[in-house]
């Protein structure tokens, strides 16, 4: 049966009148149902938005055994959207919560943009359709919990209504009833598929379903056929009638992945866009939680791909999660300033088609109970896509499926499907991986940085100086890393003109002497390549791995990152920290200073100096006792931690450093980069005295780790292999003393640094028989 619906005041109970002609809203045509359509309740309601969760919408609406119709005004002759009745409809229990409600005369995206809407509590319940691939939540709201509970006495007797009558005068089945405007043909009919279908009056289809209906009563059955296969997967199409309807899309995978986890995949935010159609989409706007809307551009494959204009879409993307566990993601097409829709020749190959997307969504299906663990989330899912869209240009004129089986159109537009098929792979792959511990696919294909959940620590935005949380430093005064700065401006700020030569030249010139270094007191390297980065994320020996071997995460470093220096020379030089201003001048009463020789040509080394506030060469009872006066009773972690680096710098000789490279562990980690060099590198711990040629050296101030990356070739491979791409790196190291007793677990980190696309050709220049530092821009000069 076809319809739509308009009222008529008539003598007695309120009837719902409707037009013979299809289409007309003249009440002149309208003419009275039968008795099963007369009208159960009607008045005002409050509806809640499809698009913004807790946003009203007021409507004046009808409620019959046959449909629930919703309209603008109650003067209005036809409604502005209507749900059918079915005997199967879900209704939830009345509750209490707070709604918005927006402002008379204003729009939905307004409201939400400028908060033009009172929040009040409200009585409300919930209608559900479902069905196979679509359900449909309608959520009504009222003032008092009497006119609530009346509307939801009113549907349960329109459903026992619907359920009473026989099946040829109720002529449709047990299908959902899928809001849609007055304008349209409503018919819900059987069909394999479950999908229903909107015919509307201008020609164009809104994918609902799969089956139409005429006026006289008989009616069309539109199937799914398999139409061609891409990447292995079917991709179905819906169906063409007569009228132009159907000629939707169809493909469906099954992912090894929990609903949720692949729902996350679908609608995170992204800044840039991905491999994936639909799942890759760049967001250019997060209107709330469950609403973004995106962007994104691709050009189809194959020779024919290339030679046709690439396509864009922008869409608003939604989603929900239904009671029995299915993921649903709508889009839609709409406009945005952040992709604006572009005009070029129709021959054009280099300026961007907009695709009209009618309709489109993803389901995310769980395992039916019985195949699902109980009490536990289904671990796998079945993802299916949905879409009608016009993709424009030389491809329009029709459905997608409609150009599909034409043989002259047909590749072409085959060739601008295949990316939208294939990501449905992508998507699989992407999620299924999820699952290991490595995953190459999301390294090496479609990297988007999210510090929610990725492995390392985020890398700062900003490369401004930023204080160091450290376990041993005062919080309430300036850190040593401030302390070095400022000794370097007092530096640069104490030096004096020689009057002599000022004088007779009329020109300042510096007192004669050794050259001024104050520039390198902070450390050589500049401060926009080097970070402080905390714990890194870092795992290290717990408490007891003496007994259960667990590694737990790292705590802050002990000692603070004070400068790095980068170091360009003829050949390597050892005990290279007696040479550096960082260290000379340094106002800390203890360095701990590594350097890594790296096999460059010429040689690189790079320094970096921690700093601490006590002298750790003191008697570990004594540093226990200046801690516990400086900040009261000593955490049992920070004991330990004294114990092991007061063990650790004592003694001279070859026994002592023999001990040392039993104990001296480095932590890497690639932070950003490629996924290979991302796993030559690795993270696991390495005792870097047992595996590389390391030397140990003592100073007034410091204690000098000195690591030859160059004397194994292993090691320096993957060293010109990361250097040749530091540029685009983020490396994270840390240095710690190995646990390996009860009073020196847990294990702690001294320090650690990132290194944030370093550029090796800014290094200073050594000059070890000469001047000693000279700074690049000197050189270069």
Known sequence: ???????????????????????????????????????????????????????????????????????????????????????????????????????????????????????????????????????????????????????????????????????????????????????ATFHRGASDSGLERIDGVDGVDVLQGSASMEGDGSHTKRSWASLLHINGISVYVEELDENGGGGALMVSAVVRAPPSDVTSHLVRVRKTEGLAIFAGARTLKVVDDHTHIIGQRWTGSGVLGRLTAPREIVLLRTWRKDPDGTYIVLYQSTNHVAMRRQKGRWWSLSTPVRVDVEAAGFTVAPLLPKYAPVAAESQESLVTLVLKADLGGVLSGGSAAGRLLSPLQGIGVKSMLEPVVTSIVVLRDQVEQNRFVVRPLSHALDVEPDARARDVAPIPSGREFARTTTMLVYRDRKTLAEAQVEMKEERVRGMTPKPSTAAVTGHAAFEEGPPDLSWAIAGSCAKKYWLCPGNCNFKVRGKNYLVDKKKISAAVPMFELVAVDLLEMEEPIYHICKHLPAVEHSPAPFLFCVQMMVPASPPVSLVCSWAAPYDMTADPADLVKQFEKDHGPIPENIEAFLKAITEFVAGDGPESDAKRNERFKLIPNIARGSWIIKQSVGTTPVLLGKKLAT???????????????????????????????????????????????????????????????????????????????????????
């Open 1 to 183: 049966w076809t319809q739509n619906f308009s009222t008529q005041p008539v003598p007695g109970p309120g009837t719902v009148k409707m037009p013979l002609t299809k289409h007309r809203r003249s009440k002149s045509d309208a003419v009275d149902l039968s008795d099963d359509a007369a009208v159960i309740v009607k008045g005002t309601v409050a509806r809640e938005s499809t698009v913004f969760a807790r946003l009203l919408n007021s409507r004046y609406a009808v409620l019959s055994a046959e449909a629930f119709a919703t309209f603008r005004r109650e003067s209005d002759d036809a409604p502005s959207k209507v749900w059918l009745v079915t005997k199967d409809i879900l209704v939830s229990d009345v509750s209490g919560s707070e709604y918005h409600v927006r402002h008379p005369g204003v729009n939905t995206f307004w409201a939400m943009a400028r908060g033009a809407y009172d929040t009040r509590k409200m009585w409300s319940f919930t209608v559900t359709w479902s069905s196979v691939l679509a359900t449909e939540n309608l959520t009504l709201a009222f003032e008092t919990e009497a006119n609530a509970l009346e509307w939801r006495a009113g549907f349960e007797k329109a459903i026992q209504m619907r359920a009473a009558m026989p099946p040829k005068a109720r002529g449709v089945s047990n299908r959902p009833g899928v809001g849609s405007s007055s304008d």
């Open 695 to 781: 030397k140990y050296y003592r100073g007034k101030n410091y204690f000098e780790v000195d690591v030859d990356i160059g004397a194994n070739s292993v090691a320096a491979s993957i060293t010109n292999l990361v250097c040749g791409a530091t540029k685009s790196l983020a490396i994270d190291m840390g240095v710690l003393i190995e646990g390996r007793s009860e009073d020196t677990l847990p294990e702690q980190l001294i320090g650690t640094v990132r290194l944030d696309a370093l550029d090796l050709k800014s290094a200073a220049f050594f000059d070890e028989g000469g001047e000693g530092l000279i700074e690049r821009a000197t050189i270069e000069k």
